[in-house]
């Protein structure tokens, strides 16, 4: 079946603009996050999501960040006035029922380079 | 922050060799992931090891994970050249659902 995806594959963007990822879980899948990976910071993860709530928030790094997911599928990271530090891949996983802590699904990530 | 190390941060190993990568992390854990991720891009899971399990077996990977010292390791046996890539490890929490990454190790396979 089909895996995770994500779009756009790359988004470069000018310091100061809004952009907006979308992630399209496996379908099905209820547990749904958002990790970044860059060069000073690894692999960090930003927002988990079960069904469309969002019971852990921690790795958002700034009011900047949002996210959300509507039917329990698609979600969408927004970073509002972007900076240049933002530059990373952004990486959406899923996973499946009951709960998350099991493997966990990537897709092959958004590239965001703020200019 | 990340949680966990990894050691070494790079390998280079002739194809046929076998592969060690150790992981270590600070908490207790609900289980230990391996992943792989090849040219900066979205990652594959390997194996899952959950913290009452020692040993585990996938193939041409083994993974040992030893909780008393929040240790695991990644074994790789027979290495091929598609084995190039960066293994991460990841650890989920006790009670909790994310992943937290070490640092990685980049692994060639020379032919």
């Known amino acids: 079946g089909a895996g995770v995806s994500q779009s756009p594959s790359n988004k470069v963007t000018e310091k100061g603009k809004d952009v907006e990822l979308r992630c399209d879980p496996i379908s099905g899948h209820t547990a749904l996050y958002w990790y970044r990976q860059s060069l000073g910071q690894g692999l960090e993860f930003l927002i988990y999501?079960?069904?469309?709530?969002?019971?852990?928030k921690s790795g958002l790094p700034s009011d900047r960040f949002s996210a959300e997911r509507t039917g329990g599928s698609v979600s969408t990271l927004t970073i509002q006035r972007t900076q240049q530090e933002d530059s990373a891949v952004y990486l959406c996983?899923?996973?499946?029922?009951?709960?998350?802590?099991?493997?966990?699904?990537f897709g092959p990530g958004t590239r965001l380079l703020v200019l | 922050s990340q949680q966990g190390e990894e050691d070494p941060q790079a390998l280079s190993i002739q194809e046929g060799e076998n592969a060690t990568m150790n992981c270590s992390y600070k908490?207790?854990?609900?289980?230990l992931q391996w992943y792989r991720q090849n040219s900066g891009r979205g990652l594959v899971h390997l194996i899952l090891?959950?913290?009452?399990?020692r040993e585990k077996h996938s193939g041409r990977l083994r993974v040992t994970l030893d909780t008393s010292k929040k240790s695991s390791s990644l074994l790789i046996t027979a290495s091929r050249a598609a084995d190039t890539a960066s293994y991460f490890c990841a650890t989920v929490a006790q009670g909790a659902q994310k992943l937290v990454f070490g640092q990685g190790t980049r692994l060639t396979i020379n032919p």
């Open positions: 908490t207790s854990i609900n289980n």
């Open positions: 996983a899923s996973s499946p029922p009951p709960l998350g802590r099991g493997t966990q699904y």
């Open positions: 999501f079960q069904g469309n709530s969002a019971p852990d």
């Open positions: 090891i959950r913290s009452n399990e």
